[in-house]
């Protein structure tokens, strides 16, 4: 996997990053001493932050996009998967995939 660093003073290189502290800022206004707050209170802010879908993950979520990542190198230990999902494809609870737009939120 590719790594690229940013160049110093450059936000436009590092788009995923300030959009998140900006989402952060809504909570703790910039320069917020974060250990003054209860760790229930970060996580609380985590458990309303994660779930939303990114368009830098192809509107999956940070969860679905790790779970295939894990299940990918799972299948890479293993060499046998239990079942394969397609790129751009999301399974449903029925055990079909979804493709396209339709599971886009």
């Given at each position: 996997m590719p790594v690229y660093s940013c160049d110093p003073?450059?936000?436009?290189?590092r788009g995923s990053n300030e959009n998140t502290n900006g989402l952060l800022?809504?909570?703790f206004?910039?320069?917020?001493?974060?250990?003054?707050?209860?760790?229930?209170?970060?996580?609380a802010v985590v458990a309303e932050l994660n779930p939303r879908p990114r368009k830098t993950l192809d509107w999956d979520t940070p969860a679905e996009r790790l779970a295939g990542l894990l299940a990918t190198c799972a299948w890479l230990r293993t060499g046998a998967p239990k079942h394969r999902q397609r790129a751009g494809t999301r399974m449903l609870r029925s055990g079909h995939e979804q493709?396209?737009?339709?599971?886009r939120r």
């Open positions: 003073a450059s936000p436009g290189q800022r809504q909570y206004p910039k320069g917020t001493n974060l250990s003054v707050h209860a760790r229930e209170d970060l996580d493709t396209g737009a339709a599971h």
